[in-house]
Structure formats: structure tokens, C-alpha cells
């Protein structure tokens, strides 16, 4: 069945590059992206790739997509306090019924000033 | 223009009761999703509609939850019965369609305390 991992938590000093790493299981996915989510707030956007691109990078952010290893990560480059927040992997399956996303856990990205 | 609204923010609720919980999607948005993000967890999909379809109905955990989408907008998520284990942030997302890549905008979310 369909599954997203992703780690849990991660620690960054301001001004660093954060990387949040991410794997899919379904071969079949079609676009993955990654949501972030504030202190009770709802899941904003913030980049998305589709399964034949390798990279993709807009602003601070780039995404790779290793797709021989199922693998995904989002790179914030001079991370900033305000980045702090939990940062959600989803995949986009194709020709299922549903049109859901699949999402992992999240990984709750902590700056330290 | 106005993104995906939900409503009540918060309900606060005894087992044992039915509870409600609204969702506006983005004007002109022909899809519709709940998910459930209970503590600790990711996001769990519940519900999705389709212009006029038959939703899917896959992710509900139990016949105690239901939902309807009335004129292809606002939709509503029922839970009869509730426990406490149905406690969790309840988020709704639309999107323009489910075919490519369209985007899913998700609701601010309605965080559910079953006491």
C-alpha cells in the first residue's frame, strides 16, 4: 500500500540550511508536495513537483526528487525563525479512484535563534 | 479571493453527542476533501466529492461519520455519537479539479474535543 516517511523533528540554527527529508513507497505517484503547517493554523502550500522533474526550485526553497530511490526533500536555504513550523511530504497517486493525497507525518522544524 | 473557510474554529462537546462541522470551499472549486489530523499523526483522509459524483467514501473510520455536499459547494461533516477518540483537528481542502496536478487549499481546520 501506499506510505509516506518522513523524520519527526529537526533542529536548525537561523541562517542555516535546513534539508527535510522525505520517502514514498507507490511507484505510480505522479506529483509530491510539500505543505507547511504553523502553531493552529491549516496546511499552506508550499511547492510541488511533478514525478519527472529532478529538481525544482523557487526562492529559498528547492525540492529533489530521486525517483529510482523514492526519495524527496525539501532544502530552505538561511532558514529564518519564522520557518519554524511542521513541514508535511504528500503524494499525488495516479489513475486511483480517489483523489486524495497521501501524506506523512510531518517533520516539525525547529530555528534557534 | 477567499480561500477555504471552516466553521466552528472549535467544538468542545460530550460523548455521546452529534456534532456538525461546515466547509466552504474556494469559489468554483468542483472538489472536495475531509481529512482528520489527530495528535501526533498526519493527515487521514476521510472524504471526497467530485463535481456531481458518487463521493468517496473510503476513509471514514466508522458508519458514525457522514458527510454531504450540497449544490456542489459547501459541504457538511457529521459525526453521530461522538467519542473521544474522535478528538482531532478535522480539515477541509478544495481544489479546481482531481485529474492533474491541481493543488489541494486547506481550511484554517476545526479542532474537536470530545470530553
Known amino acids: 500500500g501506499e506510505d509516506v516517511e518522513q523524520s519527526l523533528f529537526l533542529s536548525v540554527r537561523e541562517g542555516d540550511s535546513s534539508v527535510i527529508n522525505c520517502t514514498y513507497t507507490?511507484?505510480?505517484?505522479?506529483?509530491l508536495y510539500w505543505y507547511k503547517q504553523e502553531p493552529g493554523a491549516g496546511l499552506q502550500l508550499l511547492t510541488y513537483?511533478?514525478?519527472?522533474?529532478d529538481m525544482k526550485q523557487d526562492q529559498r526553497l528547492t525540492v529533489l526528487l530521486n525517483k529510482k530511490d523514492k526519495h524527496l526533500s525539501l532544502r530552505i536555504a538561511d532558514t529564518q525563525t519564522g520557518d519554524s513550523a511542521i513541514y508535511f511530504c504528500?503524494?499525488?497517486?495516479?489513475?486511483?479512484?480517489?483523489?486524495?493525497?497521501?501524506f506523512g507525518k510531518g517533520t516539525k522544524l525547529s530555528v534557534k535563534p | 479571493g477567499a480561500g477555504v473557510s471552516q466553521s466552528p474554529s472549535n467544538k468542545v462537546t460530550e460523548k455521546g453527542k452529534d456534532v456538525e462541522l461546515r466547509c466552504d470551499p474556494i469559489?468554483?472549486?468542483?472538489?472536495l476533501y475531509w481529512y482528520r489530523q489527530s495528535l501526533g499523526q498526519g493527515l487521514e483522509f476521510l472524504i471526497y466529492?467530485?463535481?456531481?459524483?458518487?463521493?468517496?467514501k473510503s476513509g471514514l473510520p466508522s458508519d458514525r461519520f457522514s458527510a454531504e455536499r450540497t449544490g456542489g459547494s459547501v459541504s457538511t461533516l457529521t459525526i453521530q455519537r461522538t467519542q473521544q477518540e474522535d478528538s482531532a483537528v478535522y480539515l477541509c481542502?478544495?481544489?479546481?479539479?482531481?485529474?492533474?496536478?491541481?493543488?489541494?487549499?486547506f481550511g484554517p481546520g476545526t479542532r474537536l474535543t470530545v470530553l
Open positions: 481542502a478544495s481544489s479546481p479539479a482531481s485529474r492533474t496536478s491541481d493543488t489541494q487549499y
Open positions: 507507490d511507484s505510480s505517484s505522479t506529483y
Open positions: 513537483i511533478f514525478s519527472n522533474m
Open positions: 504528500a503524494e499525488r497517486i495516479y489513475g486511483g479512484s480517489q483523489g486524495n493525497l497521501i
Open positions: 469559489s468554483g472549486h468542483t472538489a
Open positions: 466529492f467530485q463535481g456531481n459524483s458518487a463521493p468517496d
